[in-house]
């Protein structure tokens, strides 16, 4: 692992980070790609089982609406449930701060040592927290169980985030059959709104990630791809044996 080091000379300019929106990436990600992806497959599989145009689009709304209060539920209770184990973990720290002190100090010691700090910077640092609460508790918190204040997460943004743009993916496959009645051709523009869509979903997020970004968008797509060709066989399948 590579550390930082002082140079005096700049070989690239200074990039920031990616600031408050961080913490949400996942839900962004997560809500967007799923209604790509979920309502895309249950349309190929619907397709392949023979269903009718106006089948497969009330199989497509009942998914984009079913999916969407599914993921805002989910995340809600997830990332609430999250946030009261950390204030829960909060509270306890607290409590060992003022009645367990030199246990707390000792931990310290013993991370910032594991770091590969000296000896006697460990102690300036330790002795530093051990005045001032505030900045102790913060920096145990964060070492020993993962948790910076900035970075926690709103459980209604993370709901209405994933909610909404799980409906939003879902647009590209569920509104051709509103505009086709042919099947085949309506699963077509599905595959080619969705596949578009997917790529610039990969692409999208690497200006966070900062990889390859024809990779990211690709990959996206071919994982839609294998998926669509396992849920349209699973239909066609069933049609068939039906």
Do not use: C
Request: charged share 20%.
């Amino acid at each position: 692992m590579t550390t930082p080091r002082q140079t005096t000379e700049v070989a690239i300019p200074y990039r920031p980070h990616v600031g408050p929106s961080r913490q949400y990436m996942r839900d962004i990600i997560l809500g967007v790609n799923d209604g790509l992806v979920s309502v895309f497959l249950l349309i190929t599989g619907v397709v392949g089982g023979g269903l009718a145009a106006r089948e497969v689009l009330l199989a497509g709304l009942a998914a984009s609406a079913a999916g969407a209060i599914s993921m805002a539920a989910g995340e809600y209770m997830a990332t609430k449930s999250q946030d009261e184990v950390f204030e829960s973990e909060r509270e306890l720290e607290i409590e060992h701060l003022e009645f367990h002190r030199d246990v707390e100090l000792d931990e310290i010691r013993e991370m910032f040592g594991e770091m590969g700090l000296g000896k006697e910077d460990v102690e300036g640092i330790v002795e530093a927290l051990d005045r001032d609460d505030e900045a102790f508790l913060k920096v145990m918190m964060a070492l020993e169980f993962g948790v910076v204040e900035e970075e926690r997460r709103s459980a209604y943004t993370a709901a209405a985030l994933s909610g909404f743009l799980f409906l939003a993916g879902s647009l590209p496959s569920v509104v051709p059959f509103f505009l086709v009645d042919s099947t085949g051709t309506a699963l077509l523009i599905a595959a080619i709104g969705s596949g578009i869509a997917l790529f610039g979903v990969g692409v999208a997020k690497t200006f966070v990630t900062r990889k390859n970004w024809v990779w990211s968008g690709t990959e996206n797509v071919l994982i839609a791809t294998a998926g669509a060709l396992i849920s349209f066989g699973v239909g066609a399948i069933y049609n068939a044996l039906a």
